[in-house]
């Protein structure tokens, strides 16, 4: 059996204090995400000729940029942010850079993702992620200046890092990830542990009601972390940074 490719060295993108989000800066949980997709490409499913890629909350684009550079065969990437606050503009700000260096491929591009075109319809979005100007508080595309991610849209791969870190991720992440996913689609998450303890609880409640199965991951050299306390129960816990895989529970027939 042939040897896996090793992936290139990451190269660095512009980080900026400017923005209104927290998309300026490359996260730890970004960088350890790469790692183990470097790491176990083959077997996610990455290195699938034709694979499609999406990228939510993706920030500056250190993430998705430096996973396109290694999947020359993929059929489409797209990295997405909020439209409001800078966002968009520093991500293809990033990604135009990019594409100056080898190995990005033509598939990489950028679309707007806001998270409440997800939101059940209650007659008002959660605040703090709105693109649109409604006094009924219902999300309105056509009123945004991005060209969006289409709702229904379907990927293979679906990846991000610590995106949550209010209400709005508790609540409206599990909804965006169950939109795009198909019966075959897998989530590759990385979420720093107790960082936010009140919102993780909520979080992964909300990720079962939606319909996914969760599943913490690791490179196979990698040690099994210690179990994890119950929640609440130990003030100062140190965070950690997991691996989640998810997956849609198969429904019956």
Not at 142 to 166: F, H, R, T
Not at 215 to 233: G, K, Q
Request: with cysteine; proline share 8%; glycine share 8%.
């Amino acid at each position: 059996m042939s040897k896996k490719p090793e992936w290139v060295p990451p190269i660095e993108t512009d980080t900026t204090n400017t923005l209104s989000t927290t998309g300026g800066h490359v996260w730890d949980a970004a960088r350890r995400l790469y790692s183990y997709l470097s790491a176990m490409s083959d077997v996610s499913g990455l290195d699938q000729p034709g694979v499609s890629v999406l990228e939510l909350g993706a920030g500056c684009g250190w993430l998705g940029i430096n996973v396109a550079r290694n999947l020359r065969q993929a059929g489409s990437i797209v990295l997405t942010e909020q439209v409001q606050g800078g966002a968009m503009e520093h991500l293809l700000h990033n990604i135009n850079r990019a594409q100056e260096t080898p190995n990005v491929p033509s598939s990489l591009r950028c679309l707007g993702c806001d998270w409440t075109y997800y939101a059940e319809q209650t007659g008002e979005a959660p605040a703090g992620l709105t693109c649109f100007d409604d006094p009924g508080g219902r999300p309105d595309p056509s009123s945004c200046a991005w060209e969006m991610v289409a709702k229904d849209s379907k990927w293979d791969i679906i990846i991000g890092s610590d995106l949550v870190y209010n209400e709005v991720g508790v609540k409206l992440l599990p909804q965006v990830l169950r939109a795009h996913m198909h019966a075959e689609s897998k989530v590759l998450y990385a979420h720093t542990k107790r960082r936010f303890e009140h919102y993780d609880v909520d979080f992964f409640q909300n990720l079962r009601a939606n319909g996914l199965l969760v599943e913490e991951v690791r490179e196979p050299d990698m040690e099994s972390p210690p179990p994890s306390p119950p929640p609440f129960t130990d003030l100062f816990g140190e965070t950690r940074i997991a691996i989640y895989q998810m997956v849609l529970a198969p429904t019956d027939e």
